[in-house]
């Protein structure tokens, strides 16, 4: 695909894109610059060169990724990127349609201005009068896969040259240089601090490299790219791009300013300082409103391998910070609450409060109103489906027929509206694997994890399936990476019973019991984890210890389900539903151990 000519100039839906990036254009053609990355511009330059032609995934790559080989998924995080500047309120559908397997469409009416000819013609509000162009007039209306929806070209004539030509020329390179200079100091311009800013706005400073190594330069500015890169794949999160964020290196800027120029409510600051085999990373959160510090921790490693040192240090900031900026915003007043404030209520009670039936019932209760204010918002059913299938694995439901149907609705019309939405992708992998269909719920999780890699809570997820797979080896390093990734998290307690149930799994009974007590400290109220340990104690001979935990396990769980061990097996989507690897396992450790903590045959 011909890439954009850096003289392109593209007019369409108040926007205007050319060699100086995109910026949004209001009633009297004013002019004020979108932050948006660098790949999404390239991205958005591919189909505006084509509008209405279906822009396929390859030539979309080669266009934005020439030469280098990068993952696929990196297209639909700047889809989204784009859709989320271009449709702000999508109450006319997104200007960018996707066909599903085959690639994009750019749908709305878009006007090419020719730059040779009058400057008017580029100044002009982009109704297509005067000067050359080159325009598609089509409509939003999906176009079947196939169909080009072009229009013929139309072809001005063009301004003759001569001296007035020159002294075009001489005045629209004046005004490049007035307009240059005006675009790297927009916000002089611009009133920003009249206009709130997004929610969950941030930006990303460059780390310092404390001490000046510049050989240490490297390693602080990865910091800085992945920390932006990995916010950006938080739901609702509008991150500053990194190019404009260097723009402040070395700098000594007040925060306050910094919010008010890009129009953010967040600044990351953070420095980066090493001492012979150690690196010590900090990192603190700015409200930008008031100058507040939210949040701050300090990470000391040994170097090691710089790279996965520097993917464990963004992983850990980036789930710090989407919980810290979930939880403030959580906790904004405001006297008109709606979808978006439940939902982010919602959030704020599963990162903040321990599960139990009250916590379940209260963010399930946030989605609910979510939902009501707005049926039609993915993001509150998916979270709504999940936040039912939690409660269901918890057990803390009489009603998990009924939940379990109602997800699974949730999670069709989820996906029916929004295929690629991530949050949906979970909710499927929890309803399927609810449903012991675990070979099924993989691919959701890892279609999850490959947009957001530091998801915790899937990686929890997915190390439940490895195990009933047969894929046993796989569990504690995932599970082991969540916990690096997120030592705070409240589902804590459900990776140490995991990785404690491997252990006994491998006949390692002692390892076993060490992380099963540190999850029965943390959940004590999930009859599963006191299940193994009673039959972890049973493998050890300690038989006291062992029917005082099947003696819990029975008193939570409240039903016969743990009466014998034929009801154990018996268990929906349980025993029988396991690879065979994992049930000869199974018998010769778990069901041993039960049968020495008492429990009878039936």
């Known amino acids: 695909m011909q890439a954009p000519s850096s003289a392109d100039i593209f007019l369409f839906e108040g926007f205007r894109l050319d060699r100086r990036g995109l910026f949004r254009r209001d009633e009297i053609a004013a002019s004020a610059p979108v932050e948006i990355g660098s790949r999404a511009l390239d991205v958005l330059g591919a189909l505006l060169q084509r509008p209405g032609d279906l822009i396929s995934r390859d030539e979309i790559m080669a266009a934005a990724w020439p030469g280098v080989v990068v993952e696929d998924n990196n297209i639909t995080i700047q889809i989204a990127t784009l859709r989320r500047v271009l449709d702000p309120d999508g109450a006319n559908g997104s200007c960018i349609q996707t066909v599903p397997g085959r690639g994009y469409r750019f749908v709305a009416p878009v006007t090419r201005v020719?730059?040779?000819?009058?400057?008017?013609?580029e100044l002009d509000s982009g109704?297509?009068?005067?000067?050359s162009i080159t325009e598609n007039r089509q409509s939003r209306d999906p176009i079947a896969p196939g169909e080009s929806g072009g229009t013929p070209q139309l072809e001005l004539p063009r301004l003759r040259q001569g001296f007035r030509g020159r002294v075009v020329t001489a005045v629209v390179g004046a005004l490049v240089l007035v307009v240059g200079a005006a675009a790297a100091n927009w916000y002089l311009f611009w009133p920003g601090s009249s206009r709130p800013a997004p929610r969950l706005s941030i930006v990303v400073l460059p780390f310092a490299n404390i001490g000046n190594d510049p050989e240490q330069q490297y390693f602080a500015d990865g910091i800085t790219e992945d920390v932006t890169i990995d916010l950006s794949r938080i739901v609702d999160m509008f991150v500053i791009s990194r190019n404009t964020a260097f723009t402040y290196r070395k700098k000594s800027v007040d925060t306050k300013q910094i919010g008010r120029e890009l129009g953010v409510r967040y600044v990351l600051d953070g420095s980066v300082q090493r001492s012979g085999d150690r690196v010590r990373v900090t990192a603190q959160l700015i409200d930008a409103e008031n100058d507040a510090h939210l949040w701050a921790e300090r990470f000391d490693r040994e170097i090691g391998?710089?790279?996965?040192?520097?993917?464990?240090?963004?992983?850990?900031?980036?789930?710090?910070?989407?919980?810290?900026?979930?939880a403030t915003e959580a906790a904004q007043p405001t006297d008109n609450p709606d979808a978006l404030d439940y939902i982010f209520r919602g959030r704020a009670v599963t990162a903040s409060k321990p599960f139990s039936r009250g916590m379940h019932a209260e963010r399930i209760s946030m989605y609910e109103h979510a939902l009501a204010l707005d049926p039609h918002s993915v993001e509150a059913q998916s979270l709504l489906a999940a936040a039912l299938m939690d409660r269901v694995f918890d057990g803390a439901t009489d009603t998990s027929t009924a939940d379990r149907a109602r997800a699974e609705k949730l999670v069709g019309q989820a996906l029916a509206a929004s295929p690629r939405y991530v949050t949906a992708h979970f909710a499927k992998g929890q309803v399927l694997r609810e449903q012991g269909?675990?070979?099924?719920?993989?691919?959701?999780?890892?279609?999850?994890?490959?947009i957001n890699r530091n998801a915790a809570n899937v990686m929890n997820a997915l190390a439940d399936c490895k195990i009933k797979t047969g894929s046993i080896e796989e569990v504690i390093p995932l599970e082991e990476h969540a916990i690096r990734l997120s030592p705070r998290d409240p589902r804590i307690g459900h990776i140490y019973f995991r990785i404690g149930h491997v252990y006994l799994l491998q006949s390692r009974a002692d390892e076993a019991i060490v992380w099963l007590e540190k999850a029965s400290g943390v959940?004590?109220?999930l009859s599963f984890v006191h299940m193994l340990l009673a039959s972890?104690?049973?493998?050890k001979g300690e038989t006291e210890h062992a029917a005082a935990e099947l003696a819990e396990a029975r008193r939570l769980r409240g039903d016969d389900r743990l009466s014998s061990i034929a009801s154990v097996k018996g268990f929906p989507g349980g025993y029988l539903g396991l690879a065979p690897k994992i049930r000869a396992m199974i018998d010769a450790t778990y069901i041993a151990g039960l049968r020495k903590a008492g429990m009878p045959e039936k």
């Open 523 to 525: 959940v004590p109220e």
């Open 305 to 326: 391998d710089l790279f996965a040192l520097q993917n464990e240090i963004t992983g850990r900031i980036a789930n710090a910070l989407g919980v810290e900026l979930i």
């Open 437 to 450: 269909r675990c070979a099924e719920a993989i691919p959701e999780y890892e279609t999850v994890l490959a």
């Open 127 to 131: 109704n297509g009068s005067g000067g």
């Open 114 to 121: 020719d730059p040779a000819t009058s400057p008017a013609s």
């Open 536 to 539: 972890a104690y049973g493998l």
